[in-house]
């Protein structure tokens, strides 16, 4: 189970570097487009478009690195107060609550994706891109992200289980103060 966990996570770092290379991408886009408009009185047809797809693929393939890095946003100001039996239950109900958010969203996603698929859907712009272009990636990374996650809460449960609480913890809980420093200090 380890080694599946460590290999999302290798997988999941190539594709937050995906991500990021559309994002650099849609920015040097947009970048042209400022250029040419002002100085050609010209407009780059689509670049607007492109970048939202962009954005809405690179944030789908960015969530299973947060997750495996631990860093989603948690309101966590009482948190490490708490006795370690509450806290580790807290990062339990948490990640399932998160799984189960991600995997209504997935859901939701698979079918707008199978309703593009049967419809032919395109943009209605200039452009008609076929959305499924764009939404087979941005599912994926949904998937992705579902798939992390159950890894994830199945991996830490059994660490928990078999005594290695510390462990179980180290994946899904809250990052220490050391870890933070360490974090930024890299």
């Given amino acids: 189970m380890l080694r599946l966990i460590d290999a999302g996570h290798r997988l999941s770092r190539w ?4 991500g990021g290379a559309l994002i650099l991408g849609s920015a040097v886009l947009v970048t042209v487009e400022v250029f040419v408009r002002k100085l050609f009185n010209m407009s780059i047809a689509g670049a607007d478009e492109i970048s939202g797809y962009a954005f809405g693929v690179a944030t789908s393939l960015g969530l299973a690195f947060a997750l ?4 989603h946003i948690r309101v966590d100001a009482l948190f490490l107060i708490l006795p370690r039996p509450l806290r580790i239950f807290l990062n339990f109900f ?4 998160l799984i189960g958010f991600a995997g209504i969203v997935t859901w939701m996603a698979s079918g707008l994706v199978a309703d593009t698929l049967e419809h032919g859907s395109r ?3 200039p452009m008609r891109t076929p959305l499924a272009i764009p939404q087979i990636p941005w599912l994926a990374g949904w998937m992705f992200f579902v798939l992390c996650g159950v890894l994830l809460f199945v991996g830490s449960l059994f660490a928990t289980l078999t005594g ?6 180290r994946r899904i809980g809250v990052k220490t103060l050391e870890e933070q420093i360490h974090d930024e200090t890299a």
Avoid at 15 to 18: A, C, F, K, N, S
Avoid at 164 to 169: H, K, L
């Fill in 68 to 71: 495996f890095e631990r860093a």
């Fill in 123 to 125: 943009s209605i712009t």
């Fill in 15 to 18: 594709l937050v570097w995906l």
């Fill in 94 to 97: 948490g990640l399932a609550l």
């Fill in 164 to 169: 290695n609480a510390a462990e179980g913890e």
